[in-house]
């Protein structure tokens, strides 16, 4: 089973900034996924990312605010862009294997 | 994908059974169920899936009905360990998630 981390595990962030999420597989996959789920909600898929091509996103969900970066088969970052209290989350990476998804540690991020 | 349905919480107590329900009343033929559950501040963590059979593991088994519109995730000997957020999810794809509210389960001491 892939294991997975985050970095950060949290930050508090001002409004205005952005913050660059890490996400970190044990093994190489295809697909990496980038999910939010914002207090108290279940989880809101953000994006897809493929090595070598641009990321897919859900519907609501835009590049600008949302860039995703995917230098190679382990390693994806999710970038927040000019942050609001709005974007106060937790922000997950996962990667599908053998019809399970594995899912990260999770990114705590609170805008203030 | 079809929509689910399950309750908002249950409790179960330690050492017995746990039975959670799903309705997928509109689940297509070549749609899966499978169950997923979030620990507390935790990323969620893959139970079990299934198609038409029921299916067991070492975590769970998964009783889907006959005409595959309901289905229930069995933990059979619950601990407080199993306390956590049960999501069932209907699709085609094991890449294409959607995550709805989910169950609420507390097992009682």
């Known amino acids: 089973s892939a294991v997975i981390s985050q970095k950060p595990s949290r930050d508090i962030c001002q409004r205005g900034t952005s913050l660059t999420i890490q996400c970190q597989v044990d093994?190489?996959?295809?697909?990496m996924f980038w999910y939010r789920q914002q207090p108290g909600q279940s989880l809101t898929l953000i994006a897809t990312?493929?090595?070598?091509?641009?990321?897919?996103?859900e519907s609501g969900f835009v590049i600008d605010k949302f860039p995703i970066s995917r230098p190679n088969l382990t390693f994806s970052t999710l970038t927040v862009s000019n942050m609001s209290p709005e974007d106060s989350s937790i922000y997950l990476c996962?990667?599908?294997?053998?019809?399970?998804?594995?899912f990260g540690p999770g990114t705590r991020l609170t805008v203030t | 994908d079809a929509k689910t349905t399950q309750p908002t919480s249950m409790d179960c107590a330690e050492g017995r059974a746990a039975n959670l329900p799903c309705n997928h009343s509109t689940i297509s033929g070549n749609e899966y169920v499978y169950w997923y559950r979030q620990i507390h501040s935790q990323g969620p963590q893959y139970i079990i899936h299934?198609?038409?059979n029921n299916e067991t593991n070492e975590m769970a088994s998964l009783i889907i009905t006959e005409d595959r519109k309901s289905s229930t995730l069995i933990l059979p000997h619950a601990t407080l360990r199993d306390t956590a957020v049960y999501y069932c999810?209907?699709?085609?794809?094991?890449?294409?998630?959607?995550f709805g509210s989910g169950t609420q389960l507390t097992v009682l001491p």
């Open positions: 999810i209907v699709s085609r794809n094991p890449r294409q998630l959607t």
């Open positions: 996962s990667v599908e294997e053998s019809y399970e998804q594995y």
């Open positions: 299934g198609l038409k």
């Open positions: 990312a493929n090595q070598g091509s641009e990321a897919t996103y």
């Open positions: 093994s190489q996959v295809t697909m």
